[in-house]
């Protein structure tokens, strides 16, 4: 699916999986508060998300652990 949609899109396979690649996220506590950070999109990457009709994740979340 992922395939046939980056191909209707023109966008390289192998490039958008590299692009991807390099995106990371960390967990940061804040008092009691977590936060989820992911570095910013490079490349192809954000392209992706609109190939598959979806938006891209925040930068920054707030995660809710659950049980507390």
Do not use: W
């Not at 046939?4 to 967990?27: E, G, P, W």
């Not at 950070?37 to 891209?56: M, N, P, Q």
């Amino acid at each position: 699916m992922l395939a046939k949609r980056l191909k209707d899109s023109k966008l390289c396979f192998k490039d958008v999986m590299q692009d991807l690649r390099t995106l990371q996220a960390v967990k940061l506590n804040v008092g009691e508060e977590q936060f989820i950070l992911r570095t910013e999109l490079k490349g192809h990457a954000y392209d992706v998300f609109k190939a598959i009709g979806c938006r891209s994740p925040n930068r920054i979340m707030e995660h809710n652990v659950s049980g507390k």
